[in-house]
């Protein structure tokens, strides 16, 4: 008796799930034709975003059923299922903002005041596809016989942080453009600085770059930074001398990156309407010096020991043609291996006596293959104090000296 009962629930289940679906479906075109039937021009705006929330609340339902009929059709094989699914799907889809009713909304949201403006801004910008307000900047410069032009064109969120780019990120030759001095809304007026930052604008927006010619000194190391204004072709300009941080620092010269010039003389004669030029450094500094299997404060004599050391390049400029030389005042020292040639070292990166290739973390001392060696005579007293002097010069001749001391049993 049981079993007569089975087919009739089963029935039922299925028909109260179809009509779920078919109550969901009705549902959003309930939902479409009320919010259709809404005057965008005159009601609340809070009504409008109310009734469009409450039809994408129930677009998602609709959705999340279409996508499960699309995969069972699918995997059934279901061709007729799948294209009324489909077909499903592409009415949901005209159920979107369109590019008039945007339009329109955004009209309105334009002549509220802050912060209503920016909040219902952002609702628009997450609801509707057809609204990406864009800023565009021009970096446009005529001459004789040139022309650059280059437009960057940023689509963000109204209201949130924008940087504008500096004269470090526009490169273009500041002896035919001179420098960057601003960002304007007409070409000739400087409404933002360089590296300003502003808020995305709520329409299409265009800033064009406005040039100025002058020479810039600019040291990120000290913090200097000199600009020669309203300099002209041939004009003698005095260039800053710059004092070192530390004694691991030695100045290098000036450079503009972007014209390829090097300046390392008290003077310069502008060429062009300007340059940009950034201080040099060269920096280096031994992190660490490390005795190879033996402790440094326990050394034994009559004892080949290796010696190895990590370097930091700390300069904005790379370092080329490291040579290390070990020396000693101790008379129980009998250096054998005194002269080291290192792997070029790169602006911020580490470096060890023998690294393969320079890191951008400090790497461990190992091995025993290209390091200092020496010898401690076997009359050495027991905690002897063993000095030690590690030059290192680079192939422009610069030199770097560091003094360490190590101990014997």
């Given at each position: 008796?049981?079993?007569?009962?089975?087919?009739?629930?089963?029935?039922?289940?299925?028909?109260?799930?179809?009509?779920?679906?078919?109550?969901?479906?009705?549902?959003?075109?309930?939902?479409?034709?009320?919010?259709?039937?809404?005057?965008?021009?005159?009601?609340?705006?809070?009504?409008?975003?109310?009734?469009?929330?409450?039809?994408?609340?129930?677009?998602?339902?609709?959705?999340?059923?279409?996508?499960?009929?699309?995969?069972?059709?699918?995997?059934?094989?279901?061709?007729?299922?799948?294209?009324?699914a489909y077909g499903r799907l592409l009415t949901l889809s005209s159920y979107a903002l369109s590019k008039d009713e945007t339009d329109m909304l955004l009209a309105r949201i334009l002549a509220e005041e802050e912060p209503l403006k920016k909040d219902h801004?952002?609702?628009?910008?997450?609801?509707?596809?057809?609204?990406?307000?864009?800023?565009?900047?021009?970096?446009?410069?005529?001459?004789?016989?040139?022309?650059?032009?280059?437009?960057?064109?940023?689509?963000?969120?109204?209201?949130?942080?924008?940087?504008?780019?500096?004269?470090?990120?526009?490169?273009?030759?500041?002896?035919?453009?001179?420098?960057?001095?601003?960002?304007?809304?007409?070409?000739?007026?400087?409404?933002?600085?360089?590296?300003?930052?502003?808020?995305?604008?709520?329409?299409?927006?265009?800033?064009?770059?406005?040039?100025?010619?002058?020479?810039?000194?600019?040291?990120?190391?000290?913090?200097?930074?000199?600009?020669h204004e309203d300099v002209d072709n041939g004009v003698v300009v005095e260039v800053p001398l710059l004092t070192a941080p530390d004694d691991t620092y030695r100045f290098a010269h000036w450079y503009d990156p972007v014209n390829r010039i090097s300046v390392a003389e008290e003077s310069y004669a502008v060429q062009g309407n300007g340059a940009l030029f950034e201080a040099k450094w060269k920096q280096l500094s031994v992190e660490k010096v490390n005795t190879l299997f033996y402790d440094a404060d326990h050394l034994p004599v009559k004892t080949q020991i290796s010696v190895g050391f990590s370097l930091h390049n700390g300069g904005n400029t790379d370092l080329i043609g490291l040579v290390a030389t070990l020396s000693s005042d101790s008379p129980y020292v009998t250096i054998l291996d005194k002269t080291i040639s290192i792997r070029s070292l790169p602006a911020g990166t580490y470096g060890t006596n023998n690294s393969s290739s320079p890191s951008k973390?400090?790497?461990?001392?190992?091995?025993?293959?290209?390091?200092?060696?020496?010898?401690?005579?076997?009359?050495?007293?027991?905690?002897?104090?063993?000095?030690?002097?590690?030059?290192?010069?680079?192939?422009?001749?610069?030199?770097?000296?560091?003094?360490?001391?190590?101990?014997?049993?």
């Open positions: 008796m049981r079993q007569k009962h089975i087919l009739p629930i089963i029935i039922g289940i299925l028909l109260c799930a179809g009509s779920a679906a078919i109550f969901a479906s009705g549902n959003v075109e309930i939902r479409n034709e009320q919010f259709r039937a809404i005057d965008l021009n005159t009601a609340e705006m809070d009504v409008i975003i109310d009734s469009y929330n409450e039809l994408q609340g129930k677009i998602s339902l609709e959705l999340q059923k279409i996508n499960e009929d699309l995969l069972s059709a699918r995997r059934s094989g279901d061709l007729e299922g799948y294209r009324h801004a952002t609702w628009l910008y997450e609801t509707s596809t057809y609204y990406r307000p864009t800023l565009s900047m021009e970096y446009s410069e005529n001459g004789d016989s040139w022309r650059y032009s280059y437009t960057q064109q940023i689509r963000s969120m109204p209201g949130s942080d924008i940087k504008l780019p500096d004269t470090s990120s526009v490169r273009i030759g500041p002896n035919r453009t001179g420098i960057l001095a601003g960002w304007g809304l007409t070409p000739h007026t400087i409404d933002y600085g360089p590296g300003t930052t502003i808020k995305m604008p709520y329409t299409d927006q265009t800033l064009y770059a406005i040039w100025r010619n002058r020479v810039v000194f600019s040291d990120s190391v000290t913090g200097t930074e000199v600009m973390t400090e790497t461990h001392i190992i091995g025993q293959a290209n390091t200092f060696r020496f010898v401690i005579d076997a009359d050495t007293p027991s905690k002897t104090v063993l000095p030690f002097s590690m030059t290192i010069n680079d192939r422009d001749g610069e030199t770097w000296t560091y003094e360490f001391s190590l101990l014997t049993k």
